[in-house]
């Protein structure tokens, strides 16, 4: 949560616009779905939870650039 909150204000500073706290708070929200996911993954592929956090960080990233 900690670092959602200071990517939002250095993207804030950078942009020259305000802190989107709405923004924010609702990717911290996110964090215990994205946990939920990561446990689901392990149990049904077996991989332990680093390498499946590590797969879906490269899938994010992925298709950030692509979009």
Avoid: C
């Avoid at 500073?13 to 989107?20: A, H, L, V």
């Avoid at 609702?26 to 592929?45: F, H, M, P, W, Y």
Wanted: aromatic residues 4%; glycine residues 10%; proline residues 0%.
């Amino acid at each position: 949560g900690g670092l959602i909150n200071v990517h939002f204000g250095h993207l804030a500073r950078r942009q020259g616009t305000t802190f989107d706290h709405e923004a924010a708070f609702s990717k911290a929200r996110d964090i215990g779905n994205t946990v939920s996911e990561i446990l689901q993954r392990s149990k049904e592929t077996g991989q332990n939870t680093r390498s499946i956090s590590n797969a879906m960080a490269e899938e994010r990233i992925k298709s950030a650039s692509n979009g």
